[in-house]
């Protein structure tokens, strides 16, 4: 295990750039989890129009997204991707899954996620690389299909590596909108962990496996850098509960460096994977201030905008 030192800070502080972008989140976390609502495989059609709606966003930035789908039973599913070119051959890969698990409307697993990655896109647009950027809107991630081959970023991140594609670092955005500041608020997997880490849940978590200690590292210092909230990193064996509980996992798999950004999920948040799990429970402030945060982390990483 690494851990990185943490922070004791809890003000909120929002620009008026802050708000413009708190408001975009809010606006497109309404839409998939308010408006189209829970979308997998069982329900289909909403699954369907959350892609369309990712593709929309996308398209409407100026970027150029290409559906890459996979059959199974039938049915076509598609992860959805757009890339702006860079000079290096590396890849910088943020990606987030659009699917809802079953019973839920999925606001912020994962639609806080998907508004994070459409936000950062849009942010991107038009602008320069030294390293390709590409964001990506991942299905298939809960179960039944959660680590499995069918999953949407396992079948991306398969022909990534078929592709010889050279992905520098892989970040996944995956339940980022919960904070809270009432003291034990904060859980952990295993019982010593929750020794050397904050009990009140009003951080943004960077996670890693062992293999992508060194991109943890990276990823903290620079989010301390520029980001006006607390922050946690650390890089576990996969094993751990909790660590390898979205796409990350995938590129793992096939030998890819690679984080979860998150705000603990089922440690913190009591909505996780059930009906509850709707738009008025984020707290947008501080999610807009994480997404400002990681705006410079993706930035700096792949050496755009300058």
């Known amino acids: 295990m690494i851990r990185m030192p943490g922070e004791s800070s809890t003000t909120t502080v929002i620009s008026s750039v802050d708000a413009n972008l708190r408001d975009e989140l809010r606006a ?3 839409k998939l989890a308010g408006d189209i609502g829970e979308r997998n495989e069982f329900h289909y059609a909403e699954l369907k129009a959350a892609a369309d709606y990712i593709e929309r966003s996308f398209a409407a930035a100026g970027l150029r997204p290409r559906r890459e789908g996979y059959e199974m039973r039938g049915r076509t599913f598609d992860n959805i991707e757009v890339e702006i070119p860079g000079e290096a051959p590396q890849i910088v890969l943020v990606g ?6 079953l019973g839920a409307p999925g606001a912020n697993d994962n639609g806080s996620g998907v508004a994070a990655l459409l936000a950062l896109a ?6 320069t690389a030294r390293q390709t950027l590409r964001f990506v809107a991942f299905v298939n991630e809960e179960p039944p299909y959660f680590q499995t081959s069918e999953m ?18 892989m970040i996944s955005l995956e339940t980022i909108g919960y904070f809270s500041d009432a003291p034990g608020s904060q859980s952990y997997p ?15 978590g960077f996670v890693g496996n062992v293999r992508s200690r ?10 301390r850098q520029h980001a006006k909230i607390p922050s946690q990193g650390a890089a576990f064996p996969s094993f751990v509960p909790g660590v390898a509980w979205s796409d990350q996992w995938s590129f793992w798999e096939h030998g890819y460096p690679g984080i979860m950004v998150t705000d603990t999920a089922p440690f913190r948040y009591a909505h996780y994977h059930v009906a509850t799990d709707t738009p008025d429970k984020l707290d947008y402030d501080r999610f807009a201030l994480v997404v400002d945060g ?8 792949a050496g755009a905008g300058r």
């Open 28 to 30: 497109d976390v309404q």
């Open 96 to 101: 987030a899954h659009y699917d809802s698990v």
């Open 122 to 127: 849009r942010r991107f647009a038009g602008k």
């Open 152 to 169: 949407g970023s396992f079948v991306y991140a398969k022909r990534c590596q078929e592709r010889g594609d050279r992905i520098s670092a």
């Open 190 to 204: 295993l019982p010593g962990i929750g020794a050397f880490y904050p009990t009140t849940g009003n951080f943004i």
């Open 214 to 223: 060194d991109l943890v590292r990276r990823v903290v210092g620079l989010f």
């Open 294 to 301: 990681m705006q410079k982390v993706v930035g700096e990483l």
